[in-house]
């Protein structure tokens, strides 16, 4: 007997919410049957591995299959991951919740819904209603970068855009992002021990350093550029303030560097302003 390429539609399919997550419309429904995640996915979908792997990246024949399972439109299925998200931004979307809107997050419900945005870690306000976002778990930390709010939403806008809709500048701000969070040495040079919170975003967000050494926070790498809610609007104003200034910037911030990482930074950077002014260049160096 022919195998069934299309699974059944189920029996029972529950609405999902604006902006939710695709992981999280297939957990709700594996509750509802009583079976676990991974097996409602694999129903459809055998050869996907993982809730994560799903959300990530699915081909139009999966997303066809899915969409038919649970009786729906294909681009809504597509809508509810990150397929469409630039692969320059995939670093900043979080494997958990980092963030919440009290007044889009639909926490009444059992089990309560992810939405989509809680997982981008470039976003300090709601997609849906362009509130505040705050702290998913854990101490609720006021952000001490109010200042540099409007300068944080424009940057906010610039990662958004490109991770979005492909919309970019002169040249990524994902990548810009990533740069500033590489390691600096300041002057003057510090005492040892405090040399792990210096990063180039101090030498254009000054109060950054001081905030960092009073929290006594572990900051992440530029291999995974996600910072806690309350420091973000920093990394984002830092991402817009470069952004506007143009290359000339990323070149200044180089004094700022030595050793390998100094390396490192000047052939990211001029790989960048290569890209932006001429045809495309070999590809880039990871950073560290």
Not at 67 to 88: G, H, I, K, L, P
Not at 106 to 132: A, F, N, V, Y
Request: with cysteine; glycine share 6%; net charge positive.
């Amino acid at each position: 007997m022919m195998k069934e390429t299309v699974p059944r539609r189920l029996p029972v399919v529950l609405p999902h919410h604006s902006d939710e997550l695709l992981s999280s419309w297939i957990g709700r429904h594996a509750a509802f049957y009583g079976v676990p995640p991974l097996v409602m996915l694999q129903h459809c979908l055998s050869e996907v591995s993982s809730l994560r792997a799903a959300d990530l990246h699915m081909s139009y024949d999966q997303e066809f299959r899915l969409a038919n399972m649970f009786a729906t439109e294909r681009d809504v299925v597509r809508r509810m991951t990150f397929t469409n998200v630039a692969q320059s931004a995939h670093r900043f979307i979080s494997a958990r919740p980092t963030q919440v809107c009290a007044s889009c997050s639909p926490g009444h419900r059992k089990p309560e819904p992810i939405l989509r945005s809680q997982l981008l870690g470039w976003r300090i306000t709601c997609p849906l209603c362009g509130g505040q976002f705050r702290q998913a778990v854990g101490q609720k930390l006021p952000s001490p970068f109010r200042q540099n709010r409007v300068a944080a939403l424009h940057g906010e806008k610039l990662l958004d855009d490109e991770a979005e809709r492909g919309v970019a500048t002169w040249t990524s701000p994902a990548e810009i992002a990533r740069l500033l969070l590489m390691r600096r040495v300041p002057r003057p040079f510090p005492r040892e021990h405090d040399l792990w919170r210096f990063r180039v975003l101090g030498a254009i967000i000054p109060d950054f350093d001081h905030v960092v050494a009073q929290q006594q926070e572990n900051l992440p790498s530029p291999a995974k550029p996600i910072l806690p809610l309350h420091l973000r609007p920093a990394l984002l104003a830092g991402v817009a303030i470069v952004e506007r200034a143009g290359p000339e910037m990323l070149r200044m911030l180089r004094g700022h560097m030595m050793g390998q990482n100094r390396v490192r930074f000047i052939d990211a950077a001029e790989n960048m302003i290569a890209r932006a002014s001429g045809p495309p260049v070999s590809p880039q160096m990871h950073l560290i």
